[in-house]
């Protein structure tokens, strides 16, 4: 079993920060790729920003210069750092991960529960 766990969001004013954290635990050969997304009120879940096993980091363009993905590999955790956070940015962050469960499996992929991020004066 593979568990992912998000911390970090809450309640920010327009224009601050929020660092979340997403780790991953449980059994398993090895992660590759890890990913962030969110998804807002009535909105589909959208791609915010996902990095390699080697560390480079893509984004969406409309995210790029306010978002930063980050890796820990050796403690298995994904981070997003999330600056000049604006109302739009309001939504449950959802963190996965490619994970080869045993050696010669292939990918899976699997799901955080998601953690809330409200961006509001």
């Known amino acids: 079993q593979v568990q992912l766990v998000e911390s970090g969001g809450g309640l920010v004013q327009p224009g601050g920060s929020l660092r979340l954290s997403c780790a991953a635990s449980?059994?398993?050969?090895?992660?590759?790729?890890m990913g962030w997304y969110r998804q807002a009120p009535g909105k589909q879940r959208e791609l915010v920003a996902s990095?390699?096993?080697?560390?480079?980091?893509g984004y969406v363009d409309s995210l790029k210069g306010r978002f930063t993905i980050s890796r820990d590999l050796a403690k298995n955790i994904v981070y997003l750092q999330m600056d000049s956070l604006k109302p739009d940015d309001t939504a449950v962050y959802y963190c996965?991960?490619?994970?080869?469960?045993?050696?010669?499996?292939?990918?899976?992929?699997?799901w955080g529960q998601g953690t809330q991020v409200t961006v509001s004066s």
């Open positions: 996965n991960a490619q994970v080869k469960v045993q050696i010669l499996d292939p990918l899976r992929t699997y």
């Open positions: 449980g059994s398993f050969f090895r992660i590759d790729g």
């Open positions: 990095i390699t096993r080697g560390g480079i980091g």
